[in-house]
């Protein structure tokens, strides 16, 4: 069981606007930073979001972070078939010894 | 080219040790802390634990530690995650990912055990 919640599933039609939701607690989202993987099935994850709503050079701008409390967001507009993967969040601070947690992911059907 | 390029699958019976390597190419291999994680099927990922390829300081997770190995080869620009006692539940895709972002990963390494 992950410690931090996703739905199982989500889906859209293309040119939609979806979000996934990630709960966790005040222990771990509510207090560091969330990040956001997309992962096609059979390859490895690729960083989608860092630190809450910051997006890495070359990842669309359609995908978007939010974070508020102990819930945080991915938003993915102007969905495109590509975009059907498997979307887990995960949760960590800066310091070198802490934990990261992840969810236990979305499967997004386009 | 950017990238991290991990060993081949192992089928492993319990009890057995696994040693999975990840080569770093296209970046200051000592730039970067790396990180293994594992991911059994129809889950998310798990963290492993680290480690500084700069001195090979290594920190692992409560429930690897006693179990787990991590080492470097800076001539190669290679890091080794070996994991001890294998169990069945040790069953799972392994990666690299490099950074506290994880913001690059290595294409996985199955490890069956069977």
């Known amino acids: 069981q992950s410690v931090l919640t996703q739905p199982p599933s989500a889906s859209g039609t293309p040119g939609q606007r979806v979000t996934i939701s990630c709960s966790g607690s005040?222990?771990?989202?509510?207090?560091?930073?969330v990040y956001w993987y997309q992962q096609v099935p059979g390859t490895a994850p690729k960083l989608l979001i860092y630190r809450n709503n910051q997006r890495p050079s070359g990842v669309p701008a359609r995908f978007s972070g939010s974070k508020s409390g102990t819930s945080a967001s991915l938003a993915i507009s102007g969905l495109r078939s590509e975009d059907e993967a498997d979307y887990y969040c995960a949760a960590w601070d800066d310091s070198l010894r802490g934990p990261r947690v992840f969810g236990g992911g979305t499967k997004l059907t386009v | 080219q950017v990238q991290l390029v991990q060993s081949e699958a192992e089928l492993k019976k319990p009890g057995a040790s696994v040693k999975v390597s990840c080569k770093a190419s296209g970046y200051t291999f000592s730039g970067y802390y790396m990180y293994w994680l594992r991911q059994a099927p129809g889950q998310g990922p798990d963290y492993i634990g680290w480690?500084?390829?700069?001195?090979?300081?290594?920190h692992y997770e409560q429930k690897y530690q006693g179990r787990v190995t991590m080492t470097r080869d800076t001539s190669m620009n290679t890091v080794y995650m070996e994991l001890s006692r294998l169990r069945f539940d040790d069953t799972a895709v392994y990666y690299c990912?490099?950074?506290?972002?994880?913001?690059?990963w290595g294409q996985g390494t199955q490890v069956i055990v069977s």
């Open positions: 990912a490099r950074g506290v972002r994880f913001d690059l």
């Open positions: 005040s222990s771990n989202i509510g207090t560091i930073y």
């Open positions: 480690i500084n390829p700069n001195n090979g300081d290594t």
